[in-house]
C-alpha cells in the first residue's frame, strides 16, 4: 500500500498545484464554482495571491514529498478547514455551485493528502 500511495501523491500535489494556480482562470469560466462575488473582491485577490504561492509550492514538493511533510500537513489542513467553511457559506448564501468547484477541491485535496501523506521517516 506504501508504494501505491507513494505513485499517488506526486500526482495529486500536481493537481493541487495547478488547481490553485488555475484559480483566477477558473474564477472566470467557471464564476458559480470559483467566485464568491465582488462584496470583497480585494479579499479574493489576496487570497489568489496564497493559493498560487501555494500552488508553486506544492509543485515542487510533488518531486519528493517525504520531504515536505510540513508543507503536506499545512496544506491538508487549511484545505479541510477551508473546505469546511466554504461549504457552510455556500449553504448559508445560497451559493451551491461552490460544492462542485472549490469546496470539492479543496477538501478532496486536504483528504488526498492525510490519505497519501508519506510517513516520517525514522532518521
Not at 98 to 117: E, N, Q, R, S, T
Request: hydrophobic share 55%.
Amino acid at each position: 500500500m506504501n508504494d501505491l500511495k507513494q505513485r499517488l501523491l506526486p500526482p495529486l500535489l500536481v493537481f493541487g498545484g495547478i488547481a490553485m494556480l488555475s484559480a483566477y482562470p477558473l474564477s472566470i469560466v467557471w464564476p458559480s464554482g470559483w467566485h464568491w462575488g465582488v462584496e470583497g473582491e480585494h479579499y479574493f485577490h489576496m487570497l489568489l495571491a496564497v493559493y498560487a504561492t501555494l500552488g508553486v509550492f506544492l509543485l515542487l514538493a510533488a518531486k519528493a514529498p517525504e520531504a515536505h511533510r510540513s508543507l503536506l500537513q499545512f496544506t491538508a489542513w487549511s484545505s479541510i478547514a477551508h473546505g469546511l467553511l466554504m461549504t457552510a457559506q455556500s449553504f448559508t448564501l445560497a451559493q451551491h455551485g461552490h460544492l462542485l468547484g472549490d469546496v470539492a477541491a479543496m477538501l478532496g485535496l486536504g483528504l488526498g493528502i492525510l490519505v497519501l501523506m508519506p510517513p516520517k521517516s525514522s532518521a
